[in-house]
């Protein structure tokens, strides 16, 4: 099957919701002109990091998922709305969704592998998001997510197909290793995007943002590399830069049934012990 995939590079005004979210939306009506069948945006991208700013960010009433709600229905377009920090009863989490064409909500993941400065303000999330569209199984992490292969394993053993990874990834992620070299963590990034869309037979969608980071306890530039990885064609298509830019890629999602012929990886996983 075929599917149309819009990816933003989004460059965030840090702290302003609402300029951001009037960016966003043209970003949808381009992408619903070009007949685009989704959607994806970068993590934090409506309000940029927001830290411990969390009474004056955090969204307590699903503000913002019902916002994309309304624009995927209007444009008719299945939409990511990149990831939103939410207050919930039971604590605070990092959360992103699957909105389909219709405005109805297919999928929620709350991110479970917090980078290491969220785990001071944010709660773990505890479950792996895999589900049915129209397009195959697809599953949703978030950017510190890509490190981890144990999740993609789960998500391969109840049938994924593509995985959705929002992002916001600085150079200086890296810290210490920058002195090794100045790109550690753009060469992390794009050797995971290739090598878990091949070690798991899935289309992987990397929608990283861009631009600055200017806080009073951290400086950083966004490393972009937005880009959609496939087994056998590895990248099928980059931004090899950090600016702000919307790519729009057709891809088959037959290659996947081809990848298992060959390597036979999703039959294993599920027979194997280990």
């Known amino acids: 099957m075929k599917v149309k995939i819009a990816v933003v590079q989004f460059e965030i005004n840090q702290y302003e919701p609402d300029y951001n979210l009037m960016k966003a939306e043209k970003f949808i009506a381009q992408a619903t002109e070009s007949r685009s069948d989704i959607i994806i945006f970068p993590e ?47 604590g605070i989490y990092n959360t992103t969704y699957y909105i389909d064409s219709e405005g109805e909500v297919k999928g929620k993941y709350k991110k479970i592998n917090l980078w290491h400065p969220e785990k001071l303000y944010l709660n773990r999330g505890n479950e792996i998001s895999v589900f049915n569209t129209k397009f195959g199984k697809i599953g949703l992490i978030i950017c510190w997510d890509l490190m981890f292969p144990e999740i993609f394993r789960k998500m391969l053993r109840k049938g994924v197909n593509i995985v959705i990874c929002t992002s916001y990834w600085t150079f200086e992620d890296a810290s210490i ?53 496939t087994p056998f064609l590895g990248t099928l298509k980059k931004l090899d830069h950090q600016k702000e830019e919307m790519f729009i890629q057709e891809v088959d999602t037959d290659i996947l049934k081809d990848a298992e012929r060959a390597y036979k990886i999703r039959y294993d996983i599920k027979n194997r012990l280990l």
């Open 44 to 90: 934090d991208f409506i309000t940029g990091p927001i830290g411990l700013r969390l009474e004056e960010f955090a969204d307590n009433s699903q503000k913002y998922c019902k916002h994309f709600q309304k624009l995927a229905k209007q444009y008719k377009i299945n939409i990511v709305p990149g990831s939103i920090i939410e207050k919930e009863k039971l």
């Open 177 to 229: 290793g920058l002195k090794y070299d100045k790109n550690s963590d753009l060469n992390l990034v794009d050797s995971l995007c290739i090598a878990r869309a091949f070690e798991n037979e899935i289309i992987l969608v990397y929608a990283n943002a861009s631009g600055k980071l200017e806080l009073p306890n951290f400086q950083g530039k966004l490393l972009g590399h937005s880009q959609i990885t």
